[in-house]
Nanobody
Framework: QVQLVESGGGLVQPGGSLRLSCAAS????????LGWYRQAPGKERELVATITSRKTTNYADSVKGRFTISRDNPKSMVYLEMNNLKPEDTAVYFC?????????WGQGTQVTVSS
């Protein structure tokens, strides 16, 4: 089980930006696919973005061109740069680490986009 801690959430106006960070307390995190998911009240948890051990990225259509996922393997960190935020981006954002036979989640950080 990988321990994951998210930070960087908050309240922003539409069109604003936030940078989320996730710290993993496990060696060899470079072997894992890392990702960000989000869940709004009454909604299913949905994929936002993933990044593989080789830094191949995948994004939900709703965030393409606005969000960027990145990772720093030596520091065991994964980031989500969010630009041009919209009210529909409001959700709890969760960090995820996955490998064959293992799937770990952080506690989540709230992102609220509102005027």
């Amino acid at each position: 089980q990988v321990q994951l801690v998210e930070s960087g959430g908050g309240l922003v106006q539409p069109g604003g930006s936030l940078r989320l960070s996730c710290a993993a307390s496990r060696r060899f995190i470079d072997l894992y696919t890392l990702g960000w998911y989000r869940q709004a009240p009454g909604k299913e948890r949905e994929l936002v973005a993933t990044i593989t051990s080789r830094k191949t990225t995948n994004y939900a259509d709703s965030v393409k061109g606005r969000f960027t996922i990145s990772r720093d393997n030596p520091k065991s960190m994964v980031y989500l740069e969010m630009n041009n935020l919209k009210p529909e981006d409001t959700a709890v954002y969760f960090c995820n680490a996955a490998s064959l036979g293992e799937n770990s989640w952080g506690q989540g950080t709230q992102v609220t986009v509102s005027s």
